[in-house]
């Protein structure tokens, strides 16, 4: 939806030039920083310069370590301030070249009611039935502060970072009054999207030194929005037992290391001491509760907290003690002292990168375990990683369960796929199907003497399940892949290019 609104123009500019910020920027001034925080996911890097702190926003995911030490170049000066990275500074990742020939990340300061080009709208100027997008960026003491978004700016010949600060008892919803109580902000109702980083579409209904705007909210494009996260995440994306085996070898020295934070160590050893035993995995109750920890399921978690649902051990999700730790060790990276010694610095950046990996891998697992409406399937999708004999292993699992027929029971039509690589073995595909209470096995495997081995023990397998009760159908084993599900076939266009 592009609007086109009428602003008056010539709109008073008030905000502070770059330098009342604290920094006298110029042109190509090259910046010694150090990386405080960098959040990946919302592709926003917190640095400090000299002694002013800085929100940079990213164009792309960075593979940058809190403490790190980086040096940036003022390219732009207005209307926000823009920096790139001295690429000798930068270290590569995946989808980040280094090269200052070719395309190098931008940086932009991330637009406060404080920062570097502000330029505050008066409210007067406004005129009756006006319309305005604007972008929410900071909420507090019922105060909102947005931003004028470029479809606003151009029609009026402003500056591109315009702000504007209202009440909330300016802003009247569609349909209802605001609330900018935390509880409210949980809500999916339209007056409750006042939350950083919400577009919003405003008309003038009152004008004046005090002017009123009925407020919607601008339709989101949730496909897009899955595309643009998966691209920020397939790119670190890793395995959790990389994270794990790095956990496990460096635990010992970090005990030892009384300039950490004893928190940083227990949650360490929390995370190892918390994964399941193979033999475990063998009885249902356990394997439930595994899959339950998985962190496949925290927002759902999240949701039923807020909602007043008890008994929800949030603190045992795999993907809550992840987020914990990676946090820590942005903590103790951005705050290291002369007293750390350097191997140390160095177990806590690797173990950063891996914890990145991990969670990368888990929100990439949820992404593609979110139901589509293309599929009469729903699928879970999940790396359940798992000690056995001491060492982090991991295995795929995929549950379905068949949506076609609304009269029939779940259980009655469902089917798990798991990839596991056992010791010795190739890497074993395995697909259990139940329809109408019969169990139905197939394996798969692209060595001829794994395949053998599985047959040559069907008999044995099918015996051990009749024991527990279970109807059996056919049991086979081939050599090759498993076909590829329909649950799982993206239903996402143009996350991949096809001429690079």
């Known amino acids: 939806m592009d609007i086109k609104p009428s602003l008056t123009a010539g709109l008073p500019s008030t905000g502070p030039k770059p330098s009342s910020a604290g920094l006298d920027l110029k042109m190509h001034q090259l910046l010694e920083a150090k990386v405080i925080e960098n959040q990946i996911a919302l592709d926003k890097l917190t640095v400090k310069v000299a002694d002013k702190t800085l929100s940079l926003q990213t164009d792309r995911p960075l593979n940058l370590q809190g403490g790190q030490a980086i040096q940036l170049q003022v390219v732009k000066l ?20 280094a090269n200052p020939s070719q395309d190098t990340p931008t940086l932009k300061w991330v637009l406060s009611s404080g920062n570097a080009s502000a330029q505050m709208v008066q409210p007067a100027s406004f005129s009756l039935g006006q319309q305005l997008q ?6 507090s003491n019922n105060k909102i502060t947005l931003q004028l978004l470029p479809a606003t700016t151009r029609a009026a010949n402003a500056p591109a970072n315009t702000l504007l600060t209202l009440d ?8 209802g009054s605001v609330d900018t109580s935390p509880r409210a902000q949980t809500s999916a109702s339209p007056q409750n999207t006042l939350s950083v980083g919400a577009q919003l579409t405003l008309q003038v209904i009152k004008a004046g030194d005090s002017p009123t705007f009925a407020v919607s909210a601008i339709p989101v494009d949730d496909s897009q929005m899955i595309v643009n996260a998966l691209k920020q995440w397939l790119p670190i994306q890793a395995p959790p037992t990389a994270l794990l085996n790095q956990l496990q070898q460096a635990l010992p020295q970090l005990i030892t290391d009384a300039t950490l934070a004893e928190a940083l160590k227990n949650l360490a050893q929390k995370i190892l001491s918390s994964l399941p035993i193979k033999p475990q ?4 109750s356990q394997l439930k509760q595994a899959i339950d920890e998985s962190g496949l399921f925290l927002e759902h978690k999240l949701l039923q907290s807020l909602l007043g649902k008890p008994d929800l051990l949030l603190n045992d999700d795999f993907k809550a003690k992840l987020s914990k730790l990676i946090q820590l060790l942005n903590h103790e990276l951005a705050t290291r002292t002369e007293g750390k010694t350097s191997a140390t610095e160095a177990l806590l950046k690797e173990s950063l990168q891996k914890a990145h990996g991990a969670l990368a891998k888990l929100t990439v697992d949820q992404l593609n375990s979110l139901p589509k409406d293309d599929s009469p399937k729903q ?14 292993e991991s295995m795929k699992i995929q549950i379905e369960r068949d949506r076609r027929k609304a009269d029939d029971k779940p259980e009655n039509n469902w089917a ?17 199907s139940c329809y109408d209470g019969t169990v139905n096995t197939r394996f798969w495997s692209e060595a001829i003497d794994t395949v053998d081995r599985i047959n040559a023990h069907l008999d044995y397998l099918k015996q051990q399940l009749e024991q527990k009760g279970i109807v059996t159908g056919f049991m086979e084993a081939h050599q090759g892949q498993p076909p590829t599900p329909d649950s799982i076939v993206s239903s996402m266009p143009h996350l991949l290019r096809e001429k690079a």
């Open 78 to 97: 207005l209307p926000q301030p823009e920096f790139k990275i001295v690429p000798t500074s930068l270290t590569p990742s995946p989808n980040i070249t």
């Open 134 to 139: 604007a972008s929410i960026v900071d909420v």
């Open 416 to 432: 798990v796929s798991i990839t596991i690589s056992p010791p010795n073995l190739a890497t074993i595909h395995c697909r259990i």
């Open 168 to 175: 909330a008892k300016q802003l009247i919803p569609i349909g």
């Open 281 to 284: 995995l063998t009885e249902a």
């Open 379 to 392: 699928s879970w999708i999940l790396e359940l990683p798992f000690f056995h004999d001491g060492n982090p």
